[in-house]
């Protein structure tokens, strides 16, 4: 049995809503939180920077005033996503910001910085780090994190390349602590299906961009409802490390999405490839998206990965 800290237990359901970029605002955050699932975005969408101290208070306190309503049922706590890369010349002032909220979890990416674990743990607060592969992994805990977040292939955004069964197995080999999996998990019984493997968590993004709340064009949402796996295109041109794009949305930008140059990954930026931009003008999305078929609610989306988890789980019992 893995080692789960306390701000970890309770869920409604083992769901951490991943962060991301552009599209995660405290109006999403706090829906996700509120339907029992770790809600979270990145420090990086809050612009300009002062802008990141307004959105942690209004969390903080949209929290907390929910909570004393429905002590019964409270919400799950928060996280936000640090990308520690040596381009993020913001990292010192949010984790300032972090800390004086107490984020209760903090997910790193890109890189593994020690002095971000030190913070964060000086108030009591857990890391999560984002690892593609078992070699990073092993970096991201000698050097402090709590937990770990496995990317596996078919995730969105800056995606793996690696199977999830691959990626779970060999990280269980040695590490006990949290662990979430990444990687089209779109329905309960996929949720399911990562306990089973052996992960704590599911990490799940892209079905959340066709909600209400995620800051997503309409087109956008459309794209995601619209889209199936064949729709997914991995490339690193964009920011110069590999992720998940919508095709369409490379089609719109003048590009041809199957035959795509490569990009120098020393050159990471977060500005796109000529006019185009990652991940405004070229949306990120995983390979999951094929069951997502309506734009909805997050909490409404919440209810029907909870049915059919519970469904899954039922069937599981009836077939032993």
């Known amino acids: 049995m893995s080692k789960v800290p306390s701000v970890l237990k309770g869920l409604r359901i083992p769901v951490i809503g991943s962060p991301m970029f552009i599209i995660s605002t405290p109006k999403l955050v706090i829906a996700q939180c509120k ?34 309503s429905h002590p019964e049922h409270p919400a799950a ?76 292939a078919g995730a969105g955004g800056h995606a793996g390349a690696k199977s999830p069964f691959a990626l779970v197995q060999e990280i269980r080999e040695w590490f006990d602590g949290p662990l979430a999996l990444s990687g089209s998990i779109a329905t309960g019984g996929a949720v399911l299906a990562a306990q089973a493997m052996g992960a704590d968590f599911a990490y799940i993004g892209s079905p959340f961009i066709a909600t209400h709340e995620a800051r997503a064009s309409d087109e956008y949402k459309q794209a995601i409802v619209n889209g199936t796996s064949d729709d997914i295109v991995y490339t690193n041109l964009f920011t110069g490390v ?73 069937r599981c019992l009836q077939s032993v």
């Open 242 to 314: 590999h992720g998940n794009y919508l095709a369409p949305s490379i089609q719109a930008a003048g590009l041809d999405p199957t035959s795509l140059p490569e990009s120098d990954p020393s050159k990471m930026n977060f500005s796109g490839a000529g006019k185009a931009k990652a991940w405004k003008d070229i949306w990120g999305s995983g390979q999951g998206i094929g069951v997502v078929h309506e734009v909805t609610s997050a909490a409404a989306f919440v209810d029907k990965l909870y049915r059919e988890y519970l469904e899954a789980r039922e």
């Open 35 to 68: 339907a029992g699932i770790v809600g979270s975005m990145p420090a990086l969408n809050a612009r300009p920077a002062s802008q990141l101290d307004e959105w942690l208070a209004e969390i903080t306190e949209s929290l907390a005033s929910y909570n004393a």
């Open 77 to 152: 706590p928060f996280a936000i996503n640090q990308i520690v890369h040596k381009s993020n010349d913001r990292l010192e002032q949010d984790m300032e910001v972090c800390v004086k909220y107490k984020v209760p979890i903090v997910i790193t990416s890109l890189g593994a910085r020690e002095e971000v674990n030190v913070a964060v743990h000086s108030y009591g607060g857990v890391v999560l780090h984002d690892v593609i592969n078992n070699t990073f992994a092993h970096k991201a805990i000698a050097k402090g994190a709590d937990g770990l977040i496995a990317v596996a």
